[in-house]
């Protein structure tokens, strides 16, 4: 299997140590459709897994580029801009739960989608591939048009698109841009990532079982509702149900919680494993990644997801 994850890796400040010391942070790199690559790599050593996005070419881009390579992460598909940079993110932690701070205006990221040749290339040399709302949002609105139509043709040659469409109004100039564009993501996918809690807040949804049943009205073929602690409700084709989860035994950082589980779940893709075990394994990684502080926590050994 070839993974391809489509968006935008920024430079990450995260708490080091105590949070409430302004100089105890730490340089990474992150990003929600990076992220889902990152753990996806480590589960999946075995499979291809590329980054499709655009950096630019000065010495933080370097770095970015160079540490997502490090990571096993194919870095063919980011293209590099002259005179552009990167995105930076500050990430500011009350108790678990945490707050961003953003630098993202100019970056190179903004423009991922302006050759649709060089779209079709990277969607045609992968099997399976994943954007984001966020990935929508970051986007012009000529760049959004222009990945939903690659993703649309990748799709009629047989690829198979994952959507996770991670609400933020931040990114929109208003609720109904975003509501419509993340329907219009939610038609040319084949599996639904969304949020209980996100998708109640800005679409109106009264339980989840409506969110599911709005993806699966737009297209989805799979549909899988994350809701925090609470049960993961399910469609796949005819089969619907939902999975309890176990509680975390400790909530430290929520940062990439929803990464996590979108990548536990993919890396299942080609398993043929029933859907009960694939949002188990991608419950229990999500699970791990709470417990500690950052995006990116190594995950526990493959047994433990088991």
């Known amino acids: 299997m070839r993974f391809l994850s489509i968006g ?9 140590g105590d949070p409430r010391d302004p100089r105890a942070y730490r340089l990474d790199y992150a990003g929600d459709t990076y992220n889902t690559a990152w753990y996806f790599r480590r589960l999946r050593p075995d499979a291809g897994c590329a980054y499709l996005s655009a950096a630019g070419d000065d010495a933080p881009s370097d770095a970015m580029v160079s540490a997502i390579g490090s990571a096993g992460v194919d870095t063919r598909f980011i293209q590099r801009r002259a005179g552009e940079s990167i995105g930076l993110y500050m990430i500011v932690l009350d108790g678990a739960e945490r707050r ?22 990277a969607m045609e040399a992968s099997d399976l591939l994943f954007f984001s709302g966020i990935t929508l949002g970051i986007l012009p609105r000529a760049g959004r048009q222009a990945l ?3 993703l649309s043709r990748a799709r009629a040659r047989g690829r198979t698109v994952a959507f996770d469409p ?23 996918c084949d599996i639904a990532l969304p949020s209980r809690e996100d998708d109640a807040a800005h679409f109106g949804d009264r339980d989840g079982q409506a969110v599911l049943d709005r993806y699966r009205s737009a297209g989805a073929r799979c549909v899988v509702v994350k809701d925090g602690p609470g049960p993961v409700l399910y469609a796949a084709g005819e089969e619907i ?24 779940f993919l890396s299942r893709f080609d398993s043929g494993e029933d859907m009960a075990g694939r949002i188990a394994r991608a419950s229990s990684l999500a699970r791990h990644v709470i417990s500690v502080r950052g995006a990116l926590a190594p995950p526990p050994d493959a047994a433990l997801l088991s």
């Open 8 to 16: 935008e890796c920024m430079a990450e400040m995260s708490p080091a």
């Open 166 to 188: 991670n609400l933020r109004p931040a990114l929109w100039s208003d609720a109904d841009e975003m509501r419509a564009w993340i329907m219009r993501g939610a038609q040319v």
């Open 241 to 264: 149900g939902a999975v309890e989860t176990p509680p975390a035994d400790s909530v430290v950082d929520t940062t990439a919680a929803g990464d996590a589980f979108n990548a536990g």
């Open 148 to 150: 939903l139509d690659a």
């Open 100 to 121: 961003f701070c953003y630098w993202r205006s100019a970056s190179a990221a903004r423009n991922l989608a302006e050759d649709p040749a060089r779209l079709d290339a």
